[in-house]
């Protein structure tokens, strides 16, 4: 099994969830403390779990996912689960890399629906590079 990456911790969620609101409005809080905690546990159940080795922007794409489906801030969901995802490549030294209009077009589709989890991996995957 390889090395466990550095997860996200949950304070640093909430956190970075608070500024969010701070700084681009929306209604604070949690809305469902259970669905965030699964949510969190996604990627880390991905990892431990998984018949194949998942790489770090798959996890990454598990975090969006997980939070931008479950729903479980009053408001915010799409911009902390982008912002949860870019914080767990940056710690485990990768990188997204695409233009904001890809970025915004992706997250919106997460957000609706009409994005799979598989598609989000896959184009995490796609999107992020090791940092050299």
Not at 65 to 81: L, Q
Not at 104 to 117: R, V
Not at 123 to 129: L, P
Request: aromatic share 10%.
């Amino acid at each position: 099994m390889a090395a466990s990456p550095i997860w996200v911790m949950h304070e640093a969620v909430i956190a970075i969830h608070k500024r969010q609101i701070a700084e681009h409005g929306g209604g604070p809080g949690i809305r469902d403390s259970s669905l965030l905690e699964s949510a969190l546990a996604k990627p880390k159940n991905a990892f431990s779990y998984s018949d194949e080795q998942l790489s770090i922007p798959s996890l990454a794409s598990a975090y969006a996912y997980g939070i931008a489906r479950n729903h479980p801030f009053v408001d915010g969901n799409k911009r902390t689960s982008l912002i949860i995802s870019l914080l767990f490549l940056e710690l485990n030294n990768w990188e997204l890399l695409c233009d904001a209009e890809n970025l915004y077009g992706t997250f919106m589709k997460l957000a609706d629906g009409s994005l799979s989890a598989e598609d989000l991996s896959a184009w995490f995957t796609k999107h992020s590079q090791k940092k050299a």
